[in-house]
Nanobody, 123 residues
Framework: QVQLVESGGGLVQAGGSLRLSCAAS????????MGWFRQAPGKAREFVATINWRGSRTYYADSVKGRFTIPRDNTKNTVYLQMNSLKPEDTAVYYC????????????????WGQGTQVTVSS
């Protein structure tokens, strides 16, 4: 059973940057597709980014393309979400997820989920 724990959220001004981390325990991330999703108040959870198990392929939502990246370090059992040029509309709870199908852009593509970390971008 893989357990995922996100960290790195917080409050940042528009235009700033944050790096979220997602660390795994109880298993290895090396064989999993990893993804990040987010959910803003009153809205459905939405796909943000995904990376294949090898780290050679990535896919992003149009809303974050060019601003966010999703590197992973399988030796540290960790995946990251580097967020630059943040906007107020990026405010949400961010979740990492582990699954088996690339590109995993739907919640159903993932088997394991973290508890989420809050990101708030002030204008």
């Amino acid at each position: 059973q893989v357990q995922l724990v996100e960290s790195g959220g917080g409050l940042v001004q528009a235009g700033g940057s944050l790096r979220l981390s997602c660390a795994a325990s109880g298993g290895t991330l090396g064989s999993h597709v990893m993804g990040w999703f987010r959910q803003a108040p009153g809205k459905a959870r939405e796909f943000v980014a995904t990376i294949n198990w090898r780290g050679s392929r990535t896919y992003y939502a149009d809303s974050v393309k060019g601003r966010f990246t999703i590197p992973r370090d399988n030796t540290k059992n960790t995946v990251y979400l580097q967020m630059n040029s943040l906007k107020p509309e990026d405010t949400a709870v961010y979740y990492c997820a582990a699954g088996g199908r690339y590109p995993g852009i739907g919640s159903g593509d993932y088997e394991y989920w973290g508890q989420g970390t809050q990101v708030t971008v002030s204008s």
